[in-house]
């Protein structure tokens, strides 16, 4: 049976790759879910896992994200939220660019309140595809598991079987498809496709400006970072998330 749907999906692929507009602008919803978050957090004792979760539980927020990409280049980013909200993020703490000619990424994060540059070569996960199917934005997708090692998260995509795009949100790439939800632990945090634009002129994309006095980083040195700080957390009994993203 999984045989007979992906070489259905082959055809499709082929069959769409040339009708494809591959420019365009996805709008992402990202909800957060405290108390499933503090469950993923296994090394916490019991105690500490109510505790917090009576402080945090029961609690999930949203956030707007949006992709923009064309034949080149893709950029990721969350959007300035209301005023009046209770949770304010800046545009500019977290940006995604790919040049997809280069095959190098340039990122901008705050990690331990602190900014970074991150400079590399564009690396996508390995994913294994599975065999499921459901709609996201009004697209049928089908399913794919990768796993966070450093996180400890299990990770499930859902990409668009009609566009042939390995693009997705947040950090994720390298499906046969344009990645329309992510599924982040369970529902932890998902990211999901609310809007897709596809216009016939091409969508500028510009490339992430930071100011020189920025640290420069490669991704070796980003997964150190986060891995101390993880351990660290474990050794301190606190959820590792608080300063660094789930």
Known sequence: MKNIILLTFSIL?????CLCQESGIISYTVTSDWTKMIATCDYLSQAEKERTAYTW?????????????NAGEYRFEYQNENEGSTYQWRREDY?????REKEESTDIMTILDKPYVIIDSL???NWKILNDMKEVAGRICMNALWYDPIKNKEIIAWFALDLPIPLGSNRYCGLPGMILEINETNGA????ATTILLPEEKVEIEKPVYKKKTKVIDYAAYDKIISDYIAQSKKMQRPYFWNIGF
Do not use: H, M, W
Request: hydrophobic share 35%.
């Open 95 to 99: 940006i995604i660019y790919r040049d």
């Open 189 to 192: 945090v998902v990211y999901t």
């Open 123 to 125: 690396v996508c996960q």
């Open 57 to 69: 539980g029961g609690r999930t927020y949203d956030r707007k994200a949006e992709l923009k990409f």
């Open 13 to 17: 692929v082929i069959s769409n790759f």
